[in-house]
């Protein structure tokens, strides 16, 4: 039985590695939209960068479904 080593090219690191980012982002926007909506405390920012993680990490799921269901739709066969 032959090792076959799968490579990941550097173009899709990158994508997926700014999809993250924009979903974090998103997700910082949120928390900043939520704090001026209840009127709490401005220092929320930083005390809930967990669940900002998590939440951004939960939008990247589907944003990573989407991109895999998008890159199979347009493979073109050598």
């Known amino acids: ?3 076959k ?3 990941i090219k550097r173009r ?3 994508l997926a ?3 993250l980012l924009g979903c974090y ?3 910082n926007i949120m928390n900043i ?3 001026a909506l209840y009127s709490t405390s401005w220092v929320e920012i930083f005390t809930m960068q967990g669940y900002v993680i ?3 990490l939960v939008m990247f799921v589907p944003a990573g479904a989407v991109w895999f269901i998008l890159k199979m ?3 073109k066969r050598k």
């Open 17 to 19: 590695l700014w999809i």
């Open 12 to 14: 899709t690191i990158t």
């Open 1 to 3: 039985m032959k090792n």
């Open 54 to 56: 998590v939440f951004s």
């Open 33 to 35: 939209i939520a704090i």
């Open 5 to 7: 080593d799968i490579v």
């Open 73 to 75: 739709l347009t493979y």
């Open 25 to 27: 982002l998103t997700a």
